[in-house]
């Protein structure tokens, strides 16, 4: 019979740990070897000694960290193919979650694991969608594992924002995007939309919005926010990354329509106390019934949750018939808002 | 239904007060009859549906989503309607309910068969419509918007005085179809009758020293500023209500004032809590206000009675044209023929020259005292705030130095910086309280400096609060110290305000709870 994962896959003080493969995933301090699931800061930590992940992932650990920080040795793995660690087969498929984002599927003794890391089941212009794997355990986030989570189609919410650029035109609109992910897909979420004036970033976007047009996900005419003058601006889409949207640094804007992209917007308390004029509701995170739909999408009797809202998740599982266990996995989820 | 919950969602993000008119203006101008007319009725708050409460809504979502999940929901959401709209079933088709068909559906149902009417209209709505339909129903909408936006809005839209709309609101009924009528033109204003209705009140300018220096002192009259609210009385053979200043009607909270209020007229004056005729202080008036039930024990506790100052109908008879000195004539004649109970005249001081007023008002300690009013002998009675008429000379604040203790960021112009300070006083054995708050007063130029100092000399943060090493001291100025229980300091003040930063001053000297303490009761001067 083959092993259970709980037998050979646990939750540590560091993160995940296969332990016939002898490798965390996302390991949250320094580790001899570790696999990234994604290049979010609280996924893909710095010092580790080998580092596994997708091409993309790699580079943009790169691009954030430096090159020494970013693992002494680097090994890309390719979707699809499969590399034998120890006694256990891995593979990494697309996420969906951003570009480069895979889930981590181990294969020991005929017993399956998948961790899924961040994930959304959405259509995304900048990564590649999620494929569900069948597996024995899940392993699943749940940063919006609460019923009232329902995302809205994003096409709607891109319709919201070019309404309100047509009520405004002339009015900047700022946006506040985290850096990795959600600003390069808010950006090609206008481009598909049509929208093809230049956009205008924050210093803090301009390297990883460069990185994505390397690794081939045209932005359009992107150009820095933080030299272009007050005239310029006007009526123009600004993004920057949330933290900055409240600070000093939008007082160089006349007057902007502030809006926040996030699943957080949902709730409306929520967004407003940010301060938020133009609530978009745009995530990068798999809501209430995505969540629901690939627990039986990947057919596991089983699934663990590593951070989020689990409770709720953690009870309807079990209305549905499946096992489902709280890892508590601490780091994750608390890099700013990612959501 | 879904127009009038854009409404609501988009005042709800906006911050400025031109801005919601405008968006108000827009939806009042642009939406047919009856739905604009509801809409202003739900704001004004005189929808009611007594089959509709919250817990009808609990035991309906219920029948939906399991217990559990929803608990956990409304847990963290924080808000019922919220809670439901977000948790509710996907609609299958989205077809939301007009909104004058809601309320009539509302009326026209019976009691047991309305839960079932909420959920056919949840079942058809995006979450935006939910959220509005269950605020609606069970009368909690609290849009961020006033009854005043609202007015203001239709004012804007339609190009009349706010003044016009007030002075008929309170004749109306809803959905307001004469309103609408008058205000597009089609028929003349609505007369409101011998309805109660509510007259705009004649307001002061703060007197500055330049304008002292150019009034012609003969030409005044002077009279105490009581420190109450001002109240409008409106008796005729129509009813009898209590107006605050901004036309609320605030008769329940006074049921004796009304009783008192056996006559014709149109009044104005000061609400004071007056114990064998010495007013108190603010805070006494203050356990009186927003109640919509008033206990007799509270009655006994805070006696409220009206000094009044200025008449603006004697009968049927507009006095609203003749010059205050006629007006005050035919308030003291009115006055000595009716003798109404809980009333007295606010009396007039006698005086020749500034120095005489100016001495007096440096030297008066009642507690009930703001400073002096000065209205000019010739003026009619006009609605709004006219230059040259009336003028209210205030007391000099009192003042303190109290450490900045925590900020907090603004809204609109102000968002991106900490502009709401806490400020504390020391206690003697070394530990700073908090004893108020303060938002304005500063200059452009030390908002700037504070919120730089802020950023620099954080401690902690509590959600938007940042908490600040002591480093500066402010100087506070205020109206009264008053007792109370609320603040840990057990002095609450009244108007705070920042008269300047001290850079200059360390923080060790700023002053101590003691000093404070005994500025309770003290009046400015």
Same mark, same amino acid.
């Given at each position: 019979? &083959?092993?259970?994962?709980?037998?050979?896959?646990?939750?540590?003080?560091?993160?995940?740990?296969?332990?016939?493969?002898?490798?965390?995933?996302?390991?949250?301090?320094?580790?001899?070897?570790?696999?990234?699931?994604?290049?979010?800061?609280?996924?893909?930590?710095?010092?580790?000694?080998?580092?596994?992940?997708?091409?993309?992932?790699?580079?943009?650990?790169?691009?954030?960290?430096?090159?020494?920080?970013?693992?002494?040795?680097?090994?890309?793995?390719?979707?699809?193919?499969?590399?034998?660690?120890?006694?256990?087969?891995?593979?990494?498929?697309?996420?969906?979650?951003?570009?480069?984002?895979?889930?981590?599927?181990?294969?020991?003794?005929?017993?399956?694991?998948?961790?899924?890391?961040?994930?959304?089941?959405? !259509?995304?212009?900048?990564?590649?969608?999620?494929? +569900?794997?069948?597996?024995?355990?899940?392993?699943?986030?749940?940063?919006?594992?609460? +019923?009232?989570?329902?995302?809205?189609?994003?096409?709607?919410?891109?319709?919201?924002?070019?309404?309100?650029?047509?009520?405004?035109?002339?009015?900047?609109?700022?946006?506040?995007?985290?850096?990795?992910?959600?600003?390069?897909?808010?950006?090609?979420?206008?481009? !598909?939309?049509?929208?093809?004036?230049?956009?205008?970033?924050?210093?803090?976007? &301009?390297?990883?919005?460069?990185?994505?047009?390397?690794?081939?996900?045209?932005?359009?005419?992107?150009?820095?926010?933080?030299? !272009?003058?007050?005239?310029?601006?006007?009526?123009?889409?600004?993004?920057? +990354?949330?933290?900055?949207?409240?600070?000093?640094?939008?007082?160089?804007?006349?007057?902007?329509?502030?809006?926040?992209?996030?699943?957080?917007?949902?709730?409306?308390?929520?967004?407003?106390?940010?301060?938020?004029?133009?609530?978009?509701?745009?995530?990068?995170?798999?809501?209430?019934?995505?969540?629901?739909?690939?627990?039986?999408?990947?057919?596991?009797?089983?699934?663990?949750?590593?951070?989020?809202?689990?409770?709720?998740?953690?009870?309807?599982?079990?209305?549905?018939?499946?096992?489902?266990?709280?890892?508590?996995?601490?780091?994750?989820?608390?890099?700013?808002?990612? !959501? | 239904?879904?127009?009038?919950?854009?409404?609501?969602?988009? /005042?709800?993000?906006?911050?400025?007060?031109?801005?919601?008119?405008?968006?108000?203006?827009?939806?009042?101008?642009?939406?047919?009859?009856?739905?604009?007319?509801?809409?202003?009725?739900?704001?004004?708050?005189?929808?009611?549906?007594?089959?509709?409460?919250?817990?009808?809504?609990?035991?309906?979502?219920?029948?939906?989503?399991?217990?559990?999940?929803?608990?956990?929901?409304?847990?963290?959401?924080?808000?019922?309607?919220?809670? #439901?709209?977000?948790?509710?079933?996907?609609?299958?088709?989205?077809?939301?309910?007009?909104?004058?068909?809601?309320?009539?559906?509302?009326?026209?149902?019976?009691?047991?068969? #309305?839960?079932?009417?909420?959920?056919?209209? /949840?079942?058809?709505?995006?979450?935006?419509?939910?959220?509005?339909? #269950?605020?609606?129903?069970?009368?909690?909408?609290?849009?961020?918007?006033?009854?005043?936006?609202?007015?203001?809005?239709?004012?804007?839209?339609?190009?009349?005085?706010?003044?016009?709309?007030?002075?008929?609101?309170?004749?109306?009924?809803?959905?307001?179809?004469?309103?609408?009528?008058? /205000?597009?033109?089609?028929?003349?204003?609505?007369?409101?009758?011998?309805?109660?209705?509510?007259?705009?009140?004649?307001?002061?300018?703060?007197?500055?020293?330049?304008?002292?220096?150019?009034?012609?002192?003969?030409?005044?009259?002077?009279?105490?500023?009581?420190? $109450?609210?001002?109240?409008?009385?409106?008796?005729?053979? $129509?009813?009898?209500?209590?107006?605050?200043?901004?036309?609320?009607?605030?008769?329940?909270?006074?049921?004796?004032?009304?009783?008192?209020?056996?006559?014709?007229?149109?009044?104005?004056?000061?609400?004071?809590?007056?114990?064998?005729?010495?007013?108190?202080?603010?805070? =006494?008036?203050?356990?009186?206000?927003?109640?919509?039930?008033?206990?007799?024990?509270?009655?006994?506790?805070?006696?409220?009675?009206?000094?009044?100052?200025?008449?603006?109908?004697?009968?049927?008879?507009?006095?609203?044209?003749?010059?205050?000195?006629?007006?005050?004539?035919?308030?003291?004649?009115?006055?000595?023929?009716?003798?109404?109970?809980?009333?007295?005249?606010?009396?007039?001081?006698?005086?020749?020259?500034?120095? =005489?007023?100016?001495?007096?008002?440096?030297?008066?300690?009642?507690?009930?005292?703001?400073?002096?009013?000065?209205?000019?002998?010739?003026?009619?009675?006009?609605?709004?705030?006219?230059? $040259?008429? %009336?003028?209210? %000379?205030?007391?000099?604040?009192?003042?303190?130095?109290?450490?900045?203790?925590?900020?907090?960021?603004?809204?609109?112009?102000?968002?991106?910086?900490?502009?709401?300070?806490?400020?504390?006083?020391?206690?003697?054995?070394?530990?700073?309280?908090?004893?108020?708050?303060?938002?304005?007063?500063?200059?452009?130029?030390?908002?700037?400096?504070?919120?730089?100092?802020?950023?620099?000399?954080?401690?902690?943060?509590?959600?938007?609060?940042?908490?600040?090493?002591?480093?500066?001291?402010?100087?506070?100025?205020?109206?009264?110290?008053?007792?109370?229980?609320?603040?840990?300091?057990?002095?609450?003040?009244?108007?705070?305000?920042?008269?300047?930063?001290?850079?200059?001053?360390?923080?060790?000297?700023?002053?101590?709870?003691?000093?404070?303490?005994?500025?309770?009761?003290?009046?400015?001067?």
């Amino acid at each position: 019979m &083959a092993p259970h994962p709980e037998t050979w896959l646990q939750p540590r003080p560091e993160g995940l740990f296969c332990l016939p493969g002898g490798f965390f995933i996302d390991a949250t301090r320094a580790v001899d070897r570790a696999i990234i699931t994604h290049g979010h800061a609280d996924h893909a930590r710095p010092g580790h000694h080998h580092v596994l992940a997708s091409a993309e992932t790699l580079a943009i650990m790169r691009a954030r960290m430096g090159e020494g920080r970013a693992g002494i040795t680097q090994q890309a793995l390719a979707s699809g193919e499969v590399l034998r660690i120890g006694d256990v087969d891995v593979g990494l498929v697309p996420a969906g979650h951003v570009l480069g984002s895979c889930q981590v599927v181990m294969t020991y003794q005929g017993s399956r694991a998948v961790v899924s890391g961040d994930y959304k089941r959405r !259509a995304d212009p900048t990564c590649a969608g999620f494929v +569900p794997v069948a597996c024995d355990v899940f392993v699943t986030e749940a940063t919006f594992g609460l +019923p009232v989570f329902r995302h809205p189609d994003t096409d709607k919410e891109i319709a919201k924002l070019l309404h309100s650029m047509s009520v405004f035109p002339e009015r900047p609109h700022l946006i506040g995007a985290y850096g990795l992910g959600k600003s390069q897909r808010m950006v090609a979420l206008l481009r !598909a939309a049509g929208y093809d004036a230049p956009i205008y970033l924050h210093g803090a976007l &301009a390297k990883l919005c460069d990185l994505y047009g390397e690794l081939g996900i045209d932005l359009g005419d992107l150009r820095p926010a933080t030299v !272009a003058d007050k005239a310029a601006l006007r009526g123009a889409v600004v993004i920057a +990354p949330p933290s900055a949207v409240a600070d000093r640094w939008a007082r160089r804007l006349d007057d902007p329509v502030v809006a926040v992209a996030s699943g957080w917007m949902r709730v409306r308390q929520r967004a407003k106390a940010s301060g938020v004029e133009l609530p978009l509701i745009i995530s990068d995170h798999a809501d209430w019934d995505e969540l629901l739909a690939t627990v039986i999408d990947v057919q596991a009797p089983e699934i663990w949750v590593t951070h989020g809202n689990e409770a709720a998740l953690i009870y309807q599982l079990g209305l549905m018939g499946r096992r489902g266990r709280a890892l508590s996995l601490i780091g994750y989820g608390d890099e700013g808002d990612d !959501a | 239904m879904k127009p009038f919950a854009d409404l609501l969602e988009r /005042l709800l993000y906006t911050q400025g007060r031109n801005a919601k008119i405008a968006l108000l203006a827009d939806y009042f101008g642009t939406r047919p009859d009856p739905e604009r007319g509801y809409a202003l009725a739900a704001i004004a708050g005189k929808l009611d549906f007594p089959g509709a409460k919250p817990a009808v809504l609990r035991a309906l979502v219920a029948t939906r989503v399991d217990p559990e999940l929803f608990a956990l929901s409304y847990d963290y959401v924080g808000d019922l309607a919220e809670a #439901i709209a977000l948790i509710w079933p996907k609609a299958a088709i989205e077809a939301p309910p007009e909104l004058p068909a809601v309320v009539d559906q509302l009326r026209q149902t019976p009691r047991e068969a #309305i839960p079932a009417l909420i959920a056919t209209w /949840l079942d058809a709505s995006d979450v935006s419509t939910r959220i509005a339909l #269950i605020k609606l129903i069970t009368g909690g909408l609290r849009v961020g918007a006033s009854l005043r936006l609202a007015k203001l809005a239709l004012a804007q839209r339609f190009e009349v005085e706010v003044d016009q709309i007030e002075e008929i609101w309170h004749g109306l009924l809803a959905p307001y179809p004469t309103l609408f009528d008058w /205000l597009e033109r089609r028929t003349a204003r609505p007369d409101p009758g011998t309805t109660p209705v509510f007259r705009p009140p004649m307001l002061a300018h703060p007197i500055e020293e330049a304008d002292r220096a150019s009034l012609d002192w003969s030409s005044y009259r002077a009279e105490w500023k009581w420190d $109450g609210i001002r109240v409008q009385l409106v008796a005729t053979p $129509g009813g009898k209500r209590l107006y605050s200043r901004g036309a609320d009607d605030i008769s329940a909270s006074f049921p004796e004032i009304l009783a008192a209020m056996d006559f014709t007229a149109v009044l104005d004056g000061e609400l004071l809590v007056i114990r064998d005729g010495v007013v108190a202080p603010f805070a =006494d008036l203050q356990q009186r206000l927003n109640r919509k039930m008033v206990s007799a024990r509270a009655r006994a506790e805070y006696p409220v009675a009206v000094r009044l100052y200025d008449m603006l109908f004697d009968g049927a008879t507009d006095l609203r044209g003749l010059p205050f000195d006629q007006r005050r004539g035919r308030l003291e004649a009115w006055f000595t023929a009716t003798r109404p109970a809980r009333m007295d005249l606010s009396e007039q001081i006698n005086f020749e020259t500034e120095a =005489d007023l100016a001495a007096l008002r440096a030297t008066a300690r009642d507690d009930g005292i703001e400073g002096l009013m000065l209205k000019a002998a010739a003026s009619p009675y006009l609605a709004g705030r006219p230059k $040259g008429h %009336w003028w209210k %000379w205030k007391r000099d604040p009192l003042s303190l130095d109290c450490v900045l203790m925590y900020a907090q960021r603004g809204h609109g112009r102000r968002s991106s910086f900490y502009s709401d300070y806490t400020f504390g006083v020391w206690t003697e054995d070394g530990r700073l309280v908090p004893i108020g708050k303060a938002y304005s007063g500063y200059t452009d130029a030390e908002l700037l400096v504070l919120d730089k100092w802020i950023r620099a000399h954080t401690v902690a943060t509590y959600g938007p609060v940042r908490e600040v090493e002591p480093g500066i001291v402010l100087e506070i100025g205020f109206d009264a110290a008053q007792r109370s229980s609320r603040h840990k300091s057990g002095i609450a003040l009244r108007f705070p305000r920042i008269l300047r930063l001290r850079l200059d001053k360390p923080v060790a000297e700023a002053d101590r709870l003691e000093t404070a303490t005994r500025l309770i009761g003290a009046a400015a001067v």
